[in-house]
Protein backbone atom coordinates (compact mmCIF):
# COMPACT_ATOMS: atom_id res chain seq x y z
CA UNK A 1 0.00 0.00 0.00
CA UNK A 2 1.18 3.49 -1.24
CA UNK A 3 -0.74 6.55 0.79
CA UNK A 4 -0.48 9.74 -1.11
CA UNK A 5 -1.15 13.08 0.39
CA UNK A 6 -1.30 15.91 -2.23
CA UNK A 7 -0.91 19.87 -0.78
CA UNK A 8 -0.74 23.37 -2.07
CA UNK A 9 -3.94 24.12 -3.95
CA UNK A 10 -5.51 27.81 -3.74
CA UNK A 11 -7.05 30.69 -5.45
CA UNK A 12 -4.92 32.13 -7.60
CA UNK A 13 -5.03 35.25 -10.26
CA UNK A 14 -4.20 34.11 -13.90
CA UNK A 15 -0.44 34.64 -15.08
CA UNK A 16 0.07 34.03 -11.11
CA UNK A 17 2.14 30.70 -10.14
CA UNK A 18 1.21 27.26 -7.52
CA UNK A 19 3.45 24.56 -6.26
CA UNK A 20 1.68 21.26 -5.60
CA UNK A 21 3.41 18.69 -3.18
CA UNK A 22 2.95 15.24 -3.17
CA UNK A 23 3.95 13.39 -0.32
CA UNK A 24 4.38 9.25 -0.22
CA UNK A 25 4.26 6.68 2.89
CA UNK A 26 4.66 3.17 2.15
CA UNK A 27 5.65 0.65 -0.03
CA UNK A 28 9.50 1.83 -1.51
CA UNK A 29 9.06 5.28 -3.71
CA UNK A 30 11.58 4.67 -5.94
CA UNK A 31 9.26 1.35 -7.43
CA UNK A 32 6.68 4.06 -8.09
CA UNK A 33 6.33 6.37 -11.70
CA UNK A 34 4.47 9.16 -10.27
CA UNK A 35 2.00 10.99 -12.30
CA UNK A 36 -0.73 14.21 -11.72
CA UNK A 37 -4.05 14.25 -12.89
CA UNK A 38 -6.82 17.02 -13.07
CA UNK A 39 -10.33 16.91 -12.89
CA UNK A 40 -12.92 19.44 -13.74
CA UNK A 41 -16.85 19.25 -12.57
CA UNK A 42 -18.41 17.00 -16.13
CA UNK A 43 -15.21 16.39 -17.18
CA UNK A 44 -13.14 13.20 -17.38
CA UNK A 45 -9.51 13.19 -15.32
CA UNK A 46 -6.90 14.48 -17.63
CA UNK A 47 -3.45 13.57 -17.36
CA UNK A 48 -1.11 16.42 -16.17
CA UNK A 49 2.46 14.92 -16.20
CA UNK A 50 4.34 12.15 -14.75
CA UNK A 51 7.71 11.49 -13.55
CA UNK A 52 9.89 8.51 -13.82
CA UNK A 53 11.55 6.72 -10.67
CA UNK A 54 14.53 8.35 -10.67
CA UNK A 55 13.33 11.52 -12.01
CA UNK A 56 15.33 11.55 -15.30
CA UNK A 57 12.18 11.42 -17.65
CA UNK A 58 9.58 13.83 -17.40
CA UNK A 59 5.91 13.64 -19.53
CA UNK A 60 3.57 16.30 -19.81
CA UNK A 61 0.22 16.71 -21.72
CA UNK A 62 -0.29 19.41 -23.88
CA UNK A 63 -2.16 21.57 -22.43
CA UNK A 64 0.59 22.35 -19.77
CA UNK A 65 3.50 21.96 -21.63
CA UNK A 66 6.02 25.26 -21.47
CA UNK A 67 4.49 26.23 -18.24
CA UNK A 68 4.54 23.54 -15.35
CA UNK A 69 7.40 21.23 -14.09
CA UNK A 70 7.52 17.84 -12.35
CA UNK A 71 10.32 17.02 -9.74
CA UNK A 72 10.60 14.84 -7.30
CA UNK A 73 12.69 13.83 -4.28
CA UNK A 74 13.58 10.15 -3.46
CA UNK A 75 15.32 10.50 -0.23
CA UNK A 76 12.11 12.79 1.11
CA UNK A 77 9.40 10.46 -0.94
CA UNK A 78 8.09 13.50 -2.30
CA UNK A 79 6.76 14.75 -6.03
CA UNK A 80 5.93 18.55 -6.53
CA UNK A 81 4.51 20.11 -9.46
CA UNK A 82 5.24 23.83 -10.22
CA UNK A 83 2.68 25.46 -11.87
CA UNK A 84 3.67 28.47 -13.69
CA UNK A 85 1.27 31.23 -16.31
CA UNK A 86 -1.81 29.86 -14.73
CA UNK A 87 -5.00 29.72 -17.14
CA UNK A 88 -8.75 29.33 -15.71
CA UNK A 89 -8.70 26.51 -17.64
CA UNK A 90 -6.36 25.02 -15.51
CA UNK A 91 -9.14 25.18 -12.54
CA UNK A 92 -9.45 21.62 -11.46
CA UNK A 93 -8.84 19.15 -8.56
CA UNK A 94 -5.43 17.94 -8.97
CA UNK A 95 -4.43 14.33 -7.88
CA UNK A 96 -1.21 12.96 -7.09
CA UNK A 97 -1.13 9.44 -8.51
CA UNK A 98 1.23 6.35 -7.99
CA UNK A 99 2.03 3.46 -10.41
CA UNK A 100 4.56 0.69 -10.21
CA UNK A 101 6.82 1.52 -12.91
CA UNK A 102 7.29 -1.23 -14.53
CA UNK A 103 3.68 -1.55 -15.69
CA UNK A 104 1.61 0.52 -17.71
CA UNK A 105 1.38 3.71 -19.20
CA UNK A 106 1.93 6.65 -17.50
CA UNK A 107 -0.53 9.24 -19.34
CA UNK A 108 -3.26 6.41 -18.48
CA UNK A 109 -5.15 7.27 -14.92
CA UNK A 110 -6.41 3.33 -15.08
CA UNK A 111 -3.10 1.85 -15.19
CA UNK A 112 -2.30 4.11 -11.93
CA UNK A 113 -2.71 2.32 -8.57
CA UNK A 114 -3.02 4.58 -5.85
CA UNK A 115 -4.48 7.90 -5.75
CA UNK A 116 -3.95 11.14 -3.44
CA UNK A 117 -7.42 12.54 -2.55
CA UNK A 118 -7.15 15.98 -4.30
CA UNK A 119 -6.27 19.59 -4.10
CA UNK A 120 -8.37 22.10 -5.66
CA UNK A 121 -6.80 24.56 -7.61
CA UNK A 122 -8.55 28.01 -8.74
CA UNK A 123 -7.55 30.34 -11.60
CA UNK A 124 -9.26 33.55 -11.82
CA UNK A 125 -9.66 35.11 -14.62
Known amino acids: QVQLVESGGGLVQAGGSLRLSCAAS????????MGWFRQSPGQEREFVGAISWSGSSAYYGDSVKGRFTISRNNANNTMSLQMNSLKPEDTAVYYC??????????????????WGQGTRVTVSS
Open 26 to 33: GRTFTMYT
Open 97 to 114: AAKLRWSGAYFLAVDYDY
